[in-house]
Antibody, heavy 121, light 108 residues
Framework: QVQLQESGPGLVKPSQTLSLTCTVSGDSISSAAYYWSWVRQRPGKGLEWIGH???????FYNPSLKSRLNISLDASKNQFSLNLASVTAADTAVYSC?????????????WGQGTLVTVSS | SYVLTQPPSLSVTQGQTARITCGGN??????VHWYQQRPGQAPVLVVH???DRPSGIPERFSGSNSGNMATLTISRVEAGDEADYYCQVWHDYSDHPVFGGGTTLTVL
């Protein structure tokens, strides 16, 4: 059974870069059947797709975040990462990594527990 | 961009049936997926491709999709069903996932 675990700082200063890593166990991020994604949830709000990456390294980003966003993967560590630059208080949220079943009309079949990132000086 | 509309809240008496709707333009042409998120927990997929249940999800959870509305039906609602529920599609035009705004289910 696949497991995903987010790690990274819980506090980031405004204008700095938010960096998180998702470690995957029980599956290989080199699998062609899945995308590996980031989703966030601002306090009291719904789910917001951030972006995802395919095993080839191809990335897909939310247009509203694209200019500040970079998602990458490290197959040797079975990890993928999120970097969101120039953060503001509006980026305070619970950030979750998730696996997307990539065939047909894709859906999120496994999620990490999520990690709260607060943007504050 | 494609928009999915859910009612913000729904209250149902324990033992009754909850029907959570997800509206979208010609949504019947999409495959709709549903997630349950209990307070403080990660989302869990409860229905995919309109009406398929992942293993481990009770038969009380079912889905349907027609016209401009998809529906998640929870039969014999239990206290443990109290959660936020989100619908999601992968709209071809957008080429990325789209979530509904979520519905908070309260069990009375």
């Amino acid at each position: 059974q696949v497991q995903l675990q987010e790690s990274g700082p819980g506090l980031v200063k405004p204008s700095q870069t938010l960096s998180l890593t998702c470690t995957v166990s029980g599956d290989s991020i080199s699998s062609a059947a899945y995308y590996w994604s980031w989703v966030r949830q601002r306090p009291g709000k719904g789910l917001e797709w951030i972006g995802h990456i395919y095993h080839s390294g191809t990335t897909f980003y939310n247009p509203s975040l694209k200019s500040r966003l970079n998602i990458s993967l490290d197959a040797s560590k079975n990890q993928f990462s999120l970097n969101l630059a120039s953060v503001t208080a509006a980026d305070t949220a619970v950030y979750s990594c998730a696996r997307i079943f990539a065939y047909g009309q894709a859906y999120f079949d496994s999620w990490g527990q999520g990690t709260l990132v607060t943007v504050s000086s | 961009s494609y928009v999915l509309t859910q009612p913000p809240s729904l209250s149902v008496t324990q033992g009754q049936t909850a029907r959570i709707t997800c509206g979208g333009n010609d949504i019947r042409s999409e495959s709709v997926h549903w997630y349950q998120q209990r307070p403080g927990q990660a989302p869990v997929l409860v229905v995919h491709d309109d009406s398929d249940r992942p293993s481990g999800i009770p038969e009380r959870f079912s889905g349907s999709n027609s016209g401009n509305m998809a529906t998640l039906t929870i039969s014999r609602v239990e206290a443990g069903d109290e959660a936020d529920y989100y619908c999601q599609v992968w709209h071809d035009y957008s080429d990325h996932p789209v979530f509904g705004g979520g519905t908070t289910l309260t069990v009375l």
